[in-house]
């Protein structure tokens, strides 16, 4: 999930960045906003495959299926609670003060028809924000949810395997884990 969004998320946002002044021309083949559109659910796929992937591996990772992994705590480490909710709420002011100037722009001609290809200039950064900023937010309270430290969870069940015998039940595939056998490798 992560490369294929890395990929996703990076060319979205250079083509949006190349697209949002004018149309543009390469190859004989004119991109226009169709291809803005395009752009943007690129950049929000591309954001929700690192975000899957991230949710995904730090529970293969507090579930003792995978070892901890110095990429994904950078990314839990960005994605922190508070990070997240200042980037999700700075995101989502930007998006809101675009479709502030959409609108305005709209009120100038007194609410009637618009040129969409010089409106949706605005508007389709401005809903992309607005995507991704509540995808942030709601991502981070999520992700710090996944992090708790619960009676259940299998570095709890660590952290008392070394103390003596556990009163909490240990899941079967950890259960080799708390042999004095492989304790020894």
């Keep these: 999930f992560f490369y294929p969004g890395i990929v996703l998320l990076a060319g979205g946002l250079a083509t949006m960045v190349w697209l949002l002044p004018r149309q543009q021309t390469a190859g004989g083949i004119t991109f226009d906003v169709n291809t803005l559109v395009f752009a943007a659910a690129a950049i929000v796929c591309g954001f929700q495959a690192v975000v899957f992937y991230t949710f995904a ?4 990772i507090r579930s003792g ?12 480490s960005a994605l922190r609670l508070e990070v997240g909710l200042v980037a ?3 995101c989502t002011a930007a998006g809101l003060v675009l479709g502030g100037a959409a609108v305005t722009s709209w009120g100038r001609v007194a609410f009637g028809p618009l040129n969409p290809e ?5 508007v389709i ?10 995808q942030i937010m709601f991502s981070s309270c999520l992700l710090a949810i996944m992090r708790l430290d619960t009676r259940n969870s299998y570095t709890r069940t660590r952290r008392t395997d070394a103390a003596g015998p556990a009163a909490i039940a240990v899941p079967s595939n950890v259960a080799a884990l708390r042999r004095p056998e492989s304790l020894a490798h």
């Design 118 to 122: 010089a409106s949706l200039r605005v």
């Design 57 to 60: 591996k730090t529970y293969a």
């Design 65 to 76: 299926l995978l070892p901890e992994d110095r990429a994904v705590e950078r990314l839990r």
């Design 88 to 90: 999700g709420v700075l």
């Design 125 to 134: 950064p401005s809903v992309t924000l607005l995507i991704l900023g509540l």
